[in-house]
């Protein structure tokens, strides 16, 4: 009985001794920190590089090297686009609008200076007026860019001719505005006080010989006004047949019935190649979570819509230039929650990435992720430079020029 006793009192004293070091150890004991964790995997992140951890906002004491996350991923971008991170160089840091690449250079409007410059392929920047034009709106060049129609907040619209410096007022009730090939004729939607008055017309340059096309009346917004480059259509109408299908109708000069072509999916959006072999288009459907998708398709009128293929882009035509007839560029939003392609402005929060495309084989290729002074960027109105070295872009955050090398 004793010996059980004794046993039973030292296993009590053992259990008070494990309680009370436990407690110091959690609660009382000093936390001294000696080894740094192992390597942390990032998955496909691309690696940033290593030494001290810079915090955005703290002085570095290196201002002139840009961003301190800069440093730590300069090593990891590429001057040229190669398929990974891409350095984007700023061209104006200023608002620009109505980009326009000409044989003479890139024309566009500076928001910030009220003027309009053309940056040739030497980077010289050069005045195409002298004149101010304050608070544009929005620019429809013709295709050489010596015409252009002004649209300001207040409804006034004006066709500029930037060679005679003279301008021409026309109708505010004018809107949607595309130049024909030569540059001698325009179509727009004319907006009536009521819906029977709304009309796709076609007039001279100057808004006379105006002409009735189509009656538009509640369908307006289902009209896109743009001439084909062989001047044969001047708008596409999309009309809905079903939850996700649409068949679009294109609208000759003079109301010739063209054959239609149905799409599968809503939010038709399109442009022509230069030459108008092909049609670019995307749609949105519950397939592809409502998100866009681009598609290509035989552009000739006798053959329009005729061999529908899809790109397996998420992204609009907006985003994207054609160069020549055979090859695509585009600006692919990365990860497009459900629903993108109801509400296309939420791609403005999403950085893109690069991608050309072979038309001809279908190859697909991704050229770039940019990265530049603030990170990522989501890209619009792209247009390659003139020998093909460069892809312009404007930056949909902050309406700045931007550019990529390609080569």
């Given amino acids: 009985m004793n010996l059980k006793k004794i046993i039973l009192t030292v296993l009590f004293l ?5 309680v009370g070091f436990s407690l110091y150890w959690v609660f009382f004991r000093s936390v001294t920190e000696t080894d740094a964790p192992g390597d942390f995997s990032a998955g496909d992140i691309p690696i940033i590089g290593s030494g001290d951890v810079a915090i955005i906002g703290q002085d570095t004491g290196t201002s002139d090297q840009g961003l301190p996350w ?11 686009a190669s398929g990974g991170l891409t350095e984007v160089k700023e061209v104006v840091n200023n608002t620009v609008k109505g980009l326009l690449p000409t044989s003479a250079g890139l024309q566009y409007y500076d928001a910030d200076k009220q003027q309009f410059f053309r940056l040739d392929e030497n980077g010289n ?6 004149r101010k034009f304050f608070q544009v709106e929005k620019v429809t060049w013709d295709n050489y860019g010596d015409k252009a129609i002004l649209e300001y907040p207040d409804g006034m619209k004006i066709l500029y001719d930037f060679r005679t410096q003279k301008q ?12 024909n090939s030569s540059g001698t004729q325009i179509a727009a939607k004319w907006q009536g006080q009521s819906a029977d008055y709304n009309w796709l017309i076609v007039a001279n340059e100057d808004g006379s010989g105006m002409r009735l096309v189509e009656p538009l009346g509640e369908n307006a917004h289902t009209v896109q006004v743009g001439f084909s480059p062989d001047n044969q259509v001047v708008a596409l109408h999309s009309k809905a047949t079903g939850l996700d299908a649409q068949e679009v109708y294109p609208l000759g000069m003079r109301g010739e019935n063209f054959k239609s072509f149905a799409v599968s999916g809503a939010g038709f959006t399109s442009s022509w190649s230069p030459q108008g072999n092909s049609l670019l288009y995307s749609v949105y459907n519950e397939q592809n979570n409502y998100n866009p998708n681009l598609w290509i398709t035989k552009g000739n009128t006798s053959q329009l819509g005729d061999l529908k293929v899809s790109l397996n882009l998420a992204t609009w035509p907006e985003k994207c230039t054609f160069a020549g ?7 692919v939003p990365q ?9 296309p402005e939420i791609a403005h929060d999403y950085p893109d990435n690069f991608y050309s495309v ?10 770039a992720s940019p990265v530049g002074a603030r990170g990522g960027y989501s890209a619009y109105n792209l247009f390659l430079s003139a020998d093909g070295s460069l892809l312009y872009f404007t930056d949909a955050k902050t309406g700045t020029l931007q550019s990529i090398r390609l080569r």
């Fill in 125 to 130: 920047l050069v005045s195409l007026s002298d």
């Fill in 325 to 331: 007839e055979n090859n695509l560029y585009c600006a």
């Fill in 335 to 343: 990860g497009l929650p459900r629903g993108a392609g109801l509400f």
């Fill in 14 to 18: 053992v259990f008070v001794v494990f």
């Fill in 358 to 367: 072979n038309l001809t084989s279908g190859q697909r290729t991704m050229l």
């Fill in 168 to 179: 021409v007022t026309l109708p505010r009730e004018l809107e949607n505005f595309s130049f």
């Fill in 70 to 80: 800069q440093a730590l991923i300069r090593d990891q971008v590429s001057p040229v």
